[in-house]
């Protein structure tokens, strides 16, 4: 594996790569890597000639009280991880290599990006749309992977790519979750173990509404109900948002439908913790 610093770096890989017709697969992360960025480095692996993965943590997409600094950090770690996962080049830019300038042209996809975490975190879709705009124009990737763990963020940058006829082929995979459901996250390493215990119960929840579903009762008031209903009897975790949306627009639903989304975000002392589950027919 070959690691890049610089935009120069990257750019001399990509052009030799597009010169010989390779198929390019990337993956974009904020780094403190675990399994369920490892699953989109697997795939793109096996869907693509060669593989970039990136790691910056952006920090257009970080609001001013949010978690910028101590946004948790293992480049060593790091390195080895994606190394295993088959990684061809890692691009480790700095805040100054990707924005050599303070930042004054952005990317901003409208609609969705200012409801449930947009409304929670002005500016972050906009941060998100931006970064990856910048990367793709940098890595020139046929395919790029992403985690439905992060719902929305795939609404907004499909929503993007498609808005600004940009050559890529979006492949959303499923979220990756520890034992007892709890969707991995890079955050989960902020919880003490009282609240990575308290923080299952946000999975627990999803699927005691989708269980709901699976019985007939599909109204999204009911499946918000059940939710809400499990994760009370949990101490120390507050309930953010709760939302049943249509799946394409994120618009509220009032009645079900086929391939609703159940979007939840909590906060468990200082940690924010996002999740969502799709209810299929
Ligand atoms: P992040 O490093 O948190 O910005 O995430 C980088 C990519 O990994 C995004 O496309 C995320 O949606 C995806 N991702 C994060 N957590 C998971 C997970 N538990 N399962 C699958 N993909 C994930």
Sequence with gaps: MQTATTVSDLRRHVDAWRAAGERIGFVPTMGFLHAGHVSLMQRARQE????????????????PNEDFDRYPRDDAGDRATCEAAGVDVLFIPTASAMYPDSPSVFVIVEGISDILEGAVRPGH???????????????????????????????????????????????VLPTVRERDGLAMSSRNSYLSTDERHTAAAIYRALSAAEQLAKTGTRQPEALKNKIQAVVREEKGIEIDYLEIAD?????????????????????????RLIDNLVIQR
């Design 247 to 271: 799946p394409e627009s994120l618009a509220p639903l009032a009645s079900a439908q086929d391939g609703m989304v159940l979007l939840i975000a909590v906060r468990i002392g200082r940690t």
């Design 125 to 171: 879709y906009r941060g998100v749309a931006t970064v990856v705009t910048k990367l793709f124009h940098l890595v020139k990737p046929h395919k790029a992977f992403f985690g439905q763990k992060d719902y929305q963020q795939c609404s907004v940058i499909k929503r993007m790519v498609k808005g600004l006829d940009m050559d890529v082929d979006v492949v």
């Design 48 to 63: 693509c000639d060669v593989v970039v993965a990136s790691i910056f943590v952006n920090p257009t997409q970080f609001g």
